[in-house]
């Protein structure tokens, strides 16, 4: 009975923690979408995705990253792993900065910048959520493979 109480006490929690960071990834499309930005514009190889693949790969990185944020968060490793919720936090924020550089400034650059060092990010929340729990972990490592992909999408873009 306690089991049963303790997961129907841990579904709205878990709904917040994917739900936010979802909320921003979506807000930032919708307000910087297609119409506003620079990506859409510029003259890309075929072998570039399309607008929307960006946006479903940044919906699903947020989602496995909460999911990931919750599991750590229940199973108490935001307390025993100190460094776990900055790092968390970091990567949200750095997601949604590359998005506006490159996709709505056109500042390839400072987007790589960014990129370089959410993929870094990404490597040491890898690391703090794999402590907690090695299943939680493995949900980083295609977050990580996107962030990769963005990166060498943003140098490429620097040569274009």
Known sequence: MESKHKISCSFPKLAVAVGVPLCLTTAMMFLFGSSH?????MAKPFWFPPMWVMHVGSLACSALMGVSAWSVWSDGGFRAESEALPLYVAHVSLGMAWELLVMVMGAVWMGLGFCVVHFG????????????????????????????????????????
């Not at 930005?37 to 514009?41: D, E, I, L, T, V």
């Not at 794999?130 to 943003?154: D, H, I, M, Q, S």
């Open 37 to 41: 930005n620079k990506y859409g514009a």
């Open 121 to 160: 990010t990404l490597v040491a929340c890898y690391s703090a959520f794999r402590n907690v729990n090695p299943a939680v972990g493995e949900l980083v490592k295609p977050c990580l493979a996107w962030v990769a992909l963005l990166t060498f999408l943003t140098f490429k873009l620097i040569y274009l």
